[in-house]
Protein backbone atom coordinates (compact mmCIF):
# COMPACT_ATOMS: atom_id res chain seq x y z
CA UNK A 1 0.00 0.00 0.00
CA UNK A 2 0.77 3.65 -0.57
CA UNK A 3 -0.10 6.46 1.60
CA UNK A 4 1.82 10.13 1.83
CA UNK A 5 4.66 10.64 3.45
CA UNK A 6 5.47 12.89 6.53
CA UNK A 7 8.47 14.51 7.84
CA UNK A 8 9.20 13.29 11.60
CA UNK A 9 10.88 15.25 14.61
CA UNK A 10 12.76 12.18 15.22
CA UNK A 11 14.34 11.63 11.67
CA UNK A 12 11.87 8.96 10.29
CA UNK A 13 8.58 9.03 8.23
CA UNK A 14 5.45 8.85 8.82
CA UNK A 15 3.31 7.38 5.94
CA UNK A 16 -0.58 8.18 6.13
CA UNK A 17 -2.68 5.23 4.81
CA UNK A 18 -6.22 4.99 4.75
CA UNK A 19 -6.32 7.67 6.84
CA UNK A 20 -4.26 6.52 9.57
CA UNK A 21 -0.05 6.48 9.84
CA UNK A 22 2.10 4.02 9.95
CA UNK A 23 5.76 4.51 10.26
CA UNK A 24 9.04 3.65 9.69
CA UNK A 25 11.25 5.83 12.14
CA UNK A 26 13.72 4.74 14.82
CA UNK A 27 11.44 4.33 17.45
CA UNK A 28 11.00 0.79 18.86
CA UNK A 29 8.05 -1.14 16.47
CA UNK A 30 4.67 -0.95 17.84
CA UNK A 31 4.88 -4.41 18.78
CA UNK A 32 7.86 -4.08 20.76
CA UNK A 33 6.15 -1.31 22.55
CA UNK A 34 2.73 -3.20 23.17
CA UNK A 35 1.61 -0.57 21.44
CA UNK A 36 -1.32 -0.68 18.55
CA UNK A 37 0.26 -0.63 15.11
CA UNK A 38 -2.12 1.83 13.77
CA UNK A 39 -0.67 4.14 16.59
CA UNK A 40 3.11 4.01 16.24
CA UNK A 41 2.69 7.54 16.29
CA UNK A 42 5.92 8.88 18.52
CA UNK A 43 7.73 9.65 15.01
CA UNK A 44 5.00 11.30 13.57
CA UNK A 45 5.33 15.20 12.51
CA UNK A 46 4.41 17.13 15.85
CA UNK A 47 5.16 20.44 17.83
CA UNK A 48 7.66 20.49 20.69
CA UNK A 49 6.37 21.80 23.87
CA UNK A 50 7.81 24.80 25.72
CA UNK A 51 5.07 25.66 28.29
CA UNK A 52 3.07 23.33 30.58
CA UNK A 53 0.20 24.12 33.31
CA UNK A 54 -1.28 22.15 34.99
CA UNK A 55 -4.13 22.50 37.08
CA UNK A 56 -3.99 20.79 40.25
CA UNK A 57 -1.28 20.94 42.80
CA UNK A 58 -1.96 17.86 45.04
CA UNK A 59 -0.59 14.63 45.09
CA UNK A 60 -0.28 13.62 41.50
CA UNK A 61 -0.06 17.72 39.53
CA UNK A 62 2.87 18.79 41.41
CA UNK A 63 5.36 15.98 42.22
CA UNK A 64 4.59 14.56 38.65
CA UNK A 65 5.44 18.50 37.21
CA UNK A 66 8.26 18.81 39.51
CA UNK A 67 10.11 16.25 37.91
CA UNK A 68 9.11 16.73 34.35
CA UNK A 69 10.47 20.34 34.97
CA UNK A 70 13.92 18.70 36.60
CA UNK A 71 14.10 16.44 33.60
CA UNK A 72 13.05 19.36 31.22
CA UNK A 73 14.73 22.64 31.96
CA UNK A 74 13.91 24.27 28.60
CA UNK A 75 9.92 23.74 29.58
CA UNK A 76 8.03 26.37 31.90
CA UNK A 77 5.85 24.22 33.98
CA UNK A 78 3.50 26.34 35.78
CA UNK A 79 0.94 24.41 38.59
CA UNK A 80 -1.98 26.56 39.38
CA UNK A 81 -4.63 25.89 41.72
CA UNK A 82 -7.16 28.07 43.33
CA UNK A 83 -6.73 27.03 46.98
CA UNK A 84 -3.70 30.39 47.84
CA UNK A 85 -2.62 28.42 51.12
CA UNK A 86 -1.37 25.51 49.27
CA UNK A 87 0.13 27.62 46.01
CA UNK A 88 1.45 29.19 49.42
CA UNK A 89 2.99 25.88 50.46
CA UNK A 90 4.24 24.81 47.50
CA UNK A 91 6.32 28.28 47.36
CA UNK A 92 7.48 27.87 50.96
CA UNK A 93 10.64 25.69 52.73
CA UNK A 94 7.08 23.51 54.36
CA UNK A 95 5.80 21.44 51.27
CA UNK A 96 1.73 20.81 51.03
CA UNK A 97 3.00 16.97 50.82
CA UNK A 98 5.74 15.25 52.32
CA UNK A 99 7.11 12.66 49.52
CA UNK A 100 10.51 11.56 50.19
CA UNK A 101 13.33 13.40 47.59
CA UNK A 102 10.53 15.53 46.36
CA UNK A 103 11.77 18.67 48.72
CA UNK A 104 15.20 18.34 46.51
CA UNK A 105 13.29 18.53 43.57
CA UNK A 106 11.23 21.38 43.98
CA UNK A 107 14.05 23.48 45.06
CA UNK A 108 16.03 22.85 42.29
CA UNK A 109 13.18 24.22 39.86
CA UNK A 110 11.52 26.52 41.82
CA UNK A 111 11.90 30.32 40.27
CA UNK A 112 14.16 28.65 37.28
CA UNK A 113 11.46 26.48 35.16
CA UNK A 114 9.00 25.59 37.61
CA UNK A 115 6.23 28.07 39.25
CA UNK A 116 3.42 27.98 41.46
CA UNK A 117 0.64 30.59 41.35
CA UNK A 118 -3.07 30.94 41.67
CA UNK A 119 -3.09 32.63 38.19
CA UNK A 120 -4.88 30.10 36.56
CA UNK A 121 -6.22 32.02 34.04
CA UNK A 122 -3.27 33.26 32.67
CA UNK A 123 -1.38 30.20 32.85
CA UNK A 124 -3.96 28.22 31.00
CA UNK A 125 -3.82 31.13 28.16
CA UNK A 126 -0.33 30.82 28.08
CA UNK A 127 0.16 27.03 28.06
CA UNK A 128 0.77 24.59 24.74
CA UNK A 129 0.18 21.99 26.66
CA UNK A 130 -2.36 21.50 29.93
CA UNK A 131 -2.46 18.53 32.42
CA UNK A 132 -5.59 18.58 34.18
CA UNK A 133 -4.79 17.21 37.50
CA UNK A 134 -8.37 17.91 39.83
CA UNK A 135 -9.87 15.66 42.54
CA UNK A 136 -12.21 13.13 41.33
CA UNK A 137 -13.96 12.27 44.65
CA UNK A 138 -16.39 9.59 45.24
CA UNK A 139 -19.76 10.71 44.73
CA UNK A 140 -22.22 11.19 47.74
CA UNK A 141 -25.51 12.12 46.30
CA UNK A 142 -27.59 11.60 43.20
CA UNK A 143 -27.17 8.73 41.00
CA UNK A 144 -24.31 6.28 41.84
CA UNK A 145 -24.08 7.82 45.03
CA UNK A 146 -21.06 6.25 47.21
CA UNK A 147 -19.68 4.71 43.61
CA UNK A 148 -19.82 7.00 41.15
CA UNK A 149 -17.02 9.39 40.98
CA UNK A 150 -17.75 13.01 40.80
CA UNK A 151 -16.86 15.03 38.13
CA UNK A 152 -17.72 18.46 38.75
CA UNK A 153 -14.16 19.52 39.32
CA UNK A 154 -12.77 17.75 35.81
CA UNK A 155 -16.01 19.88 33.79
CA UNK A 156 -15.07 23.08 35.49
CA UNK A 157 -11.64 22.73 34.67
CA UNK A 158 -12.32 21.99 31.08
CA UNK A 159 -15.07 24.29 30.80
CA UNK A 160 -12.40 26.92 32.30
CA UNK A 161 -9.86 26.00 29.25
CA UNK A 162 -12.30 25.95 26.37
CA UNK A 163 -13.59 29.56 27.58
CA UNK A 164 -10.25 30.89 28.01
CA UNK A 165 -8.24 29.35 25.55
CA UNK A 166 -6.88 31.71 21.80
CA UNK A 167 -4.72 29.39 21.00
CA UNK A 168 -4.54 25.16 20.22
CA UNK A 169 -3.90 22.77 23.43
CA UNK A 170 -3.17 19.44 24.22
CA UNK A 171 -5.21 18.59 27.20
CA UNK A 172 -4.25 15.76 28.90
CA UNK A 173 -6.34 13.83 31.77
CA UNK A 174 -3.77 13.04 35.01
CA UNK A 175 -6.94 12.59 37.01
CA UNK A 176 -8.31 9.28 37.62
CA UNK A 177 -11.50 9.13 35.55
CA UNK A 178 -13.95 6.82 34.28
CA UNK A 179 -13.80 5.48 31.33
CA UNK A 180 -14.86 7.30 28.18
CA UNK A 181 -14.60 10.77 30.07
CA UNK A 182 -12.56 12.07 27.43
CA UNK A 183 -15.92 12.45 25.15
CA UNK A 184 -17.33 13.67 27.51
CA UNK A 185 -14.51 16.74 27.52
CA UNK A 186 -14.09 16.66 23.75
CA UNK A 187 -17.96 17.52 23.91
CA UNK A 188 -17.50 20.80 26.03
CA UNK A 189 -13.99 22.12 24.58
CA UNK A 190 -15.66 21.75 21.25
CA UNK A 191 -19.08 23.99 22.10
CA UNK A 192 -17.43 26.01 24.02
CA UNK A 193 -13.98 26.76 22.08
CA UNK A 194 -13.58 29.72 20.12
CA UNK A 195 -13.50 30.00 16.31
CA UNK A 196 -10.08 28.50 15.11
CA UNK A 197 -9.48 26.84 18.50
CA UNK A 198 -8.26 23.22 17.97
CA UNK A 199 -8.24 20.59 21.05
CA UNK A 200 -6.49 17.62 21.08
CA UNK A 201 -7.66 15.54 24.34
CA UNK A 202 -5.01 12.96 26.01
CA UNK A 203 -5.22 10.59 28.80
CA UNK A 204 -1.89 10.17 31.21
CA UNK A 205 -2.97 8.11 33.78
CA UNK A 206 -0.80 8.43 36.74
CA UNK A 207 0.71 4.87 38.20
CA UNK A 208 2.35 6.43 41.78
CA UNK A 209 2.67 5.18 45.06
CA UNK A 210 2.37 7.42 47.77
CA UNK A 211 6.07 6.52 49.29
CA UNK A 212 7.75 6.31 46.35
CA UNK A 213 6.15 8.63 44.33
CA UNK A 214 9.33 10.47 43.61
CA UNK A 215 11.39 6.99 42.88
CA UNK A 216 7.92 6.06 40.60
CA UNK A 217 8.43 9.28 38.74
CA UNK A 218 11.90 8.99 38.08
CA UNK A 219 11.90 5.57 36.92
CA UNK A 220 8.26 4.26 35.81
CA UNK A 221 7.60 0.60 34.82
CA UNK A 222 5.45 2.53 32.00
CA UNK A 223 4.05 5.69 30.91
CA UNK A 224 0.54 5.62 28.99
CA UNK A 225 -0.81 7.83 26.46
CA UNK A 226 -4.05 7.13 25.17
CA UNK A 227 -4.97 9.70 22.12
CA UNK A 228 -8.05 9.33 19.19
CA UNK A 229 -6.59 7.14 16.59
CA UNK A 230 -6.14 10.53 14.07
CA UNK A 231 -3.31 12.56 12.51
CA UNK A 232 -3.81 15.33 15.16
CA UNK A 233 -4.13 12.79 18.07
CA UNK A 234 -0.47 10.86 17.54
CA UNK A 235 1.01 13.91 16.76
CA UNK A 236 -0.22 15.45 20.29
CA UNK A 237 0.61 11.75 21.74
CA UNK A 238 4.07 12.61 20.27
CA UNK A 239 4.63 15.91 21.95
CA UNK A 240 3.38 14.51 25.47
CA UNK A 241 6.09 11.67 24.62
CA UNK A 242 9.24 13.97 24.04
CA UNK A 243 8.32 15.23 27.11
CA UNK A 244 8.71 11.97 28.84
CA UNK A 245 11.20 11.14 26.61
CA UNK A 246 13.87 13.34 28.07
CA UNK A 247 14.52 10.81 31.03
CA UNK A 248 12.18 7.82 30.14
CA UNK A 249 13.26 5.05 27.69
CA UNK A 250 11.42 5.22 24.71
CA UNK A 251 10.36 1.36 25.13
CA UNK A 252 8.19 2.35 28.11
CA UNK A 253 6.19 4.83 26.61
CA UNK A 254 3.35 3.36 25.13
CA UNK A 255 0.35 4.29 22.77
CA UNK A 256 -2.98 3.54 22.81
CA UNK A 257 -6.50 4.39 22.33
CA UNK A 258 -8.14 6.79 24.60
CA UNK A 259 -10.72 4.33 26.52
CA UNK A 260 -7.53 1.59 26.72
CA UNK A 261 -5.56 4.19 28.64
CA UNK A 262 -8.29 5.49 30.56
CA UNK A 263 -9.80 1.73 31.93
CA UNK A 264 -5.92 0.85 32.52
CA UNK A 265 -5.46 2.70 35.78
CA UNK A 266 -8.76 1.92 37.22
CA UNK A 267 -8.04 -2.02 35.77
CA UNK A 268 -4.47 -1.60 37.61
CA UNK A 269 -5.79 -0.20 40.81
CA UNK A 270 -8.36 -2.71 40.92
CA UNK A 271 -6.16 -5.89 40.18
CA UNK A 272 -3.67 -4.00 43.23
CA UNK A 273 -5.80 -3.98 45.88
CA UNK A 274 -7.37 -7.49 44.78
CA UNK A 275 -4.46 -8.71 45.89
CA UNK A 276 -4.43 -7.09 49.20
CA UNK A 277 -7.38 -8.30 49.78
CA UNK A 278 -7.09 -11.57 48.74
CA UNK A 279 -3.88 -12.13 50.92
CA UNK A 280 -5.94 -10.28 54.02
CA UNK A 281 -8.73 -13.30 53.23
CA UNK A 282 -6.12 -15.94 53.79
CA UNK A 283 -4.43 -14.07 56.68
CA UNK A 284 -8.14 -14.65 58.50
CA UNK A 285 -7.92 -18.35 57.67
CA UNK A 286 -3.94 -18.45 58.97
CA UNK A 287 -5.68 -16.70 62.45
CA UNK A 288 -7.86 -19.95 62.80
CA UNK A 289 -6.35 -22.86 61.55
CA UNK A 290 -2.40 -22.12 62.83
CA UNK A 291 -1.23 -21.52 59.71
CA UNK A 292 1.23 -18.15 59.13
CA UNK A 293 -0.03 -15.43 57.04
CA UNK A 294 3.74 -14.28 56.62
CA UNK A 295 5.09 -17.74 56.00
CA UNK A 296 1.96 -18.52 52.94
CA UNK A 297 2.48 -15.16 51.18
CA UNK A 298 6.18 -16.05 51.13
CA UNK A 299 5.39 -19.16 49.26
CA UNK A 300 2.86 -18.24 47.07
CA UNK A 301 5.34 -15.08 46.29
CA UNK A 302 8.21 -17.37 45.07
CA UNK A 303 5.92 -18.54 42.31
CA UNK A 304 6.58 -16.26 39.17
CA UNK A 305 2.96 -16.92 38.10
CA UNK A 306 2.22 -15.04 41.08
CA UNK A 307 5.43 -12.76 42.52
CA UNK A 308 5.96 -11.48 45.63
CA UNK A 309 4.30 -7.77 45.69
CA UNK A 310 1.29 -6.82 47.04
CA UNK A 311 0.58 -10.04 49.23
CA UNK A 312 1.80 -8.65 52.60
CA UNK A 313 -0.84 -9.19 55.23
CA UNK A 314 -2.32 -5.53 56.80
CA UNK A 315 -5.38 -4.22 58.74
CA UNK A 316 -6.23 -3.01 55.29
CA UNK A 317 -5.21 -1.20 52.29
CA UNK A 318 -6.64 2.91 52.28
CA UNK A 319 -5.85 5.78 50.13
CA UNK A 320 -7.08 7.97 47.81
CA UNK A 321 -7.28 5.37 44.67
CA UNK A 322 -8.00 1.65 45.83
CA UNK A 323 -11.32 1.79 46.89
CA UNK A 324 -12.48 4.61 44.93
CA UNK A 325 -11.11 3.27 41.79
CA UNK A 326 -12.50 -0.20 42.14
CA UNK A 327 -16.18 1.32 43.51
CA UNK A 328 -15.78 3.49 40.35
CA UNK A 329 -15.07 0.20 38.24
CA UNK A 330 -18.27 -1.61 39.76
CA UNK A 331 -20.40 1.68 39.13
CA UNK A 332 -19.30 1.45 35.31
CA UNK A 333 -20.01 -2.46 35.73
CA UNK A 334 -23.38 -2.07 36.65
CA UNK A 335 -24.42 0.88 34.27
CA UNK A 336 -23.05 -1.35 31.22
CA UNK A 337 -25.75 -4.25 32.77
CA UNK A 338 -23.03 -6.59 33.99
CA UNK A 339 -24.18 -6.63 37.34
CA UNK A 340 -21.77 -9.88 38.59
CA UNK A 341 -18.95 -8.05 37.40
CA UNK A 342 -19.80 -4.77 39.62
CA UNK A 343 -20.67 -7.72 42.53
CA UNK A 344 -16.94 -9.27 41.68
CA UNK A 345 -15.14 -6.05 42.21
CA UNK A 346 -17.38 -4.46 45.34
CA UNK A 347 -16.36 -8.00 47.12
CA UNK A 348 -12.95 -6.82 47.10
CA UNK A 349 -14.16 -3.71 49.32
CA UNK A 350 -15.95 -5.35 51.58
CA UNK A 351 -13.47 -7.87 52.13
CA UNK A 352 -11.12 -4.36 52.62
CA UNK A 353 -13.82 -3.70 55.48
CA UNK A 354 -14.62 -6.91 56.91
CA UNK A 355 -10.49 -7.15 57.73
CA UNK A 356 -10.69 -4.05 60.03
CA UNK A 357 -13.57 -4.55 61.60
CA UNK A 358 -12.59 -8.62 62.17
CA UNK A 359 -8.75 -6.92 63.48
CA UNK A 360 -10.73 -4.61 66.17
CA UNK A 361 -12.83 -7.58 67.16
CA UNK A 362 -9.47 -9.36 67.95
CA UNK A 363 -8.59 -6.22 70.16
CA UNK A 364 -11.59 -6.02 72.27
CA UNK A 365 -11.65 -10.06 72.62
CA UNK A 366 -8.52 -9.96 73.80
CA UNK A 367 -8.91 -7.04 76.18
CA UNK A 368 -11.27 -9.43 78.10
CA UNK A 369 -14.25 -8.30 76.38
CA UNK A 370 -14.63 -4.66 77.18
CA UNK A 371 -12.93 -1.35 76.11
CA UNK A 372 -14.55 0.89 78.11
CA UNK A 373 -12.72 3.58 79.91
CA UNK A 374 -9.59 1.53 78.91
CA UNK A 375 -6.47 3.59 76.91
CA UNK A 376 -5.44 2.26 73.96
CA UNK A 377 -2.55 3.73 72.21
CA UNK A 378 -2.70 3.85 68.06
CA UNK A 379 0.37 3.65 66.28
CA UNK A 380 0.35 5.56 63.00
CA UNK A 381 -2.73 7.21 61.36
CA UNK A 382 -1.53 7.92 57.54
CA UNK A 383 -2.22 5.13 55.54
CA UNK A 384 0.60 4.14 54.80
CA UNK A 385 4.76 4.73 55.70
CA UNK A 386 6.22 7.46 54.28
CA UNK A 387 3.33 9.55 53.54
CA UNK A 388 1.12 11.92 55.36
CA UNK A 389 -1.78 11.27 53.66
CA UNK A 390 -4.85 9.78 56.05
CA UNK A 391 -7.49 9.22 52.56
CA UNK A 392 -9.20 6.44 53.41
CA UNK A 393 -6.59 4.89 56.10
CA UNK A 394 -7.61 1.87 58.38
CA UNK A 395 -6.81 3.94 61.29
CA UNK A 396 -9.29 5.86 61.14
CA UNK A 397 -11.90 3.30 60.75
CA UNK A 398 -9.91 1.50 63.48
CA UNK A 399 -10.23 4.44 65.96
CA UNK A 400 -13.85 5.10 65.31
CA UNK A 401 -14.35 0.93 66.37
CA UNK A 402 -12.42 1.91 69.37
CA UNK A 403 -14.59 5.42 70.04
CA UNK A 404 -17.72 2.69 69.80
CA UNK A 405 -16.30 0.55 72.69
CA UNK A 406 -15.63 3.90 74.92
CA UNK A 407 -12.09 3.36 74.68
CA UNK A 408 -9.58 6.46 75.64
CA UNK A 409 -7.86 6.66 72.50
CA UNK A 410 -4.25 8.03 72.10
CA UNK A 411 -3.07 8.61 68.99
CA UNK A 412 1.00 9.29 67.60
CA UNK A 413 1.47 9.79 64.14
CA UNK A 414 5.51 11.27 62.51
CA UNK A 415 4.05 13.11 60.17
CA UNK A 416 0.52 13.42 60.22
CA UNK A 417 -0.71 16.98 61.05
CA UNK A 418 -2.63 17.53 64.45
CA UNK A 419 -5.57 19.25 62.56
CA UNK A 420 -5.64 16.69 60.16
CA UNK A 421 -6.18 13.79 62.63
CA UNK A 422 -9.02 15.77 63.93
CA UNK A 423 -10.38 16.35 60.79
CA UNK A 424 -10.69 13.23 59.78
CA UNK A 425 -12.05 11.76 63.08
CA UNK A 426 -14.67 14.55 63.11
CA UNK A 427 -16.03 13.80 59.48
CA UNK A 428 -20.10 13.22 59.87
CA UNK A 429 -20.41 9.67 60.41
CA UNK A 430 -18.03 9.43 62.57
CA UNK A 431 -18.23 12.27 65.52
CA UNK A 432 -19.21 15.17 65.00
CA UNK A 433 -18.62 16.89 68.24
CA UNK A 434 -15.05 17.99 68.49
CA UNK A 435 -15.33 18.61 71.73
CA UNK A 436 -16.87 15.64 72.84
CA UNK A 437 -13.96 13.79 70.62
CA UNK A 438 -11.44 15.70 72.14
CA UNK A 439 -12.46 14.41 75.76
CA UNK A 440 -12.27 10.49 74.59
CA UNK A 441 -9.07 11.15 72.51
CA UNK A 442 -5.54 12.82 72.66
CA UNK A 443 -2.72 13.02 70.07
CA UNK A 444 0.75 12.55 71.35
CA UNK A 445 4.06 13.59 70.79
CA UNK A 446 5.70 10.57 70.26
CA UNK A 447 5.54 6.85 71.31
CA UNK A 448 6.06 6.61 74.45
CA UNK A 449 3.58 9.86 75.64
CA UNK A 450 1.25 7.81 73.18
CA UNK A 451 1.87 3.93 75.11
CA UNK A 452 2.40 5.91 79.23
CA UNK A 453 -0.70 3.91 81.08
CA UNK A 454 -1.95 2.42 77.77
CA UNK A 455 -3.51 -1.28 77.97
CA UNK A 456 -2.70 -1.88 74.42
CA UNK A 457 -0.83 -0.52 71.07
CA UNK A 458 -2.47 -1.03 68.23
CA UNK A 459 -0.05 -0.51 65.20
CA UNK A 460 -1.77 1.01 62.48
CA UNK A 461 0.87 2.29 59.71
CA UNK A 462 4.23 0.87 59.04
CA UNK A 463 6.55 3.10 59.55
CA UNK A 464 9.92 2.24 60.10
CA UNK A 465 10.56 4.18 63.48
CA UNK A 466 7.85 1.67 65.10
CA UNK A 467 9.92 -1.66 64.28
CA UNK A 468 11.26 -3.52 67.41
CA UNK A 469 14.77 -2.39 65.91
CA UNK A 470 14.33 0.78 66.22
CA UNK A 471 12.21 1.96 68.92
CA UNK A 472 12.91 0.82 72.49
CA UNK A 473 10.16 -1.37 73.52
CA UNK A 474 11.47 -2.34 76.58
CA UNK A 475 10.57 1.74 78.08
CA UNK A 476 7.69 1.30 76.47
CA UNK A 477 6.54 -1.51 78.56
CA UNK A 478 7.71 0.06 81.43
CA UNK A 479 4.86 2.48 81.33
CA UNK A 480 2.16 0.67 80.25
CA UNK A 481 -0.27 -1.02 81.99
CA UNK A 482 -0.16 -4.80 83.09
CA UNK A 483 -0.83 -7.23 81.01
CA UNK A 484 0.22 -4.56 78.20
CA UNK A 485 -0.90 -6.23 74.58
CA UNK A 486 0.32 -5.27 70.98
CA UNK A 487 -1.90 -5.84 68.82
CA UNK A 488 0.40 -5.68 65.26
CA UNK A 489 -2.12 -4.30 62.34
CA UNK A 490 1.24 -4.36 59.65
CA UNK A 491 3.45 -7.30 61.17
CA UNK A 492 6.46 -4.50 61.52
CA UNK A 493 7.60 -6.58 65.19
CA UNK A 494 9.50 -9.40 65.35
CA UNK A 495 6.99 -11.01 67.64
CA UNK A 496 9.46 -13.70 69.87
CA UNK A 497 11.49 -10.52 70.42
CA UNK A 498 8.78 -8.22 72.08
CA UNK A 499 7.03 -10.91 73.79
CA UNK A 500 10.04 -11.71 75.36
CA UNK A 501 10.34 -8.23 77.13
CA UNK A 502 6.93 -9.11 78.45
CA UNK A 503 4.27 -8.07 76.17
CA UNK A 504 1.55 -10.29 75.07
CA UNK A 505 1.38 -9.68 71.04
CA UNK A 506 -1.22 -10.49 68.47
CA UNK A 507 -0.11 -10.33 64.89
CA UNK A 508 -2.63 -10.05 61.74
CA UNK A 509 -2.26 -13.48 60.45
CA UNK A 510 -1.26 -15.50 63.03
CA UNK A 511 -3.36 -17.50 65.60
CA UNK A 512 -3.55 -16.04 69.38
CA UNK A 513 -1.75 -16.40 71.96
CA UNK A 514 -4.55 -18.70 73.34
CA UNK A 515 -5.25 -20.94 70.68
CA UNK A 516 -1.60 -21.63 69.81
CA UNK A 517 -1.09 -22.99 73.40
CA UNK A 518 -4.71 -24.88 72.82
CA UNK A 519 -4.06 -26.26 69.97
CA UNK A 520 -0.77 -26.34 67.68
CA UNK A 521 2.27 -26.12 70.85
Request: proline content about 4%; charged content about 25%.
Amino acid sequence: MSGQQVPTALGGSAAIVNGQETTNGAVASAEKRLSRPLLDSLNVAHKPISKICCIGAGYVGGPTCAIIALKNPHIQVTIVDLNASRIAAWNSDNLPIFEPGLDEVVKECRGRNLFFSTEVDKAIIEAELIFVSVNTPTKYFGIGAGAAADMRYIEAATRQIATLATSDKIVVEKSTVPCRTAQSMRIILEANAKPGVHFDILSNPEFLAEGTAVADLVNPDRVLIGSLNTVAGCSAAASLADIYASWVPRTRIITMNLWSSELSKLAANALLAQRISSINALSAICEATGADIDEVSYACGLDSRIGPKFLKASVGFGGSCFQKDILNLAYLSESLHLPEVALYWRQVVDMNEYQKRRFTNRIISSLFNTLTAKKVAVFGFAFKKDTGDTRESAAITVVKYLLAENAQVSIYDPKVEESQIWMDLSEPGIVDDLVALKKKVTIARDPYECAREAEAIVICTEWDEFKDTQLDYERVYEGMTKPAFIFDGRMVLDEKRVKGMGFRVETIGRPSEELRRANFE
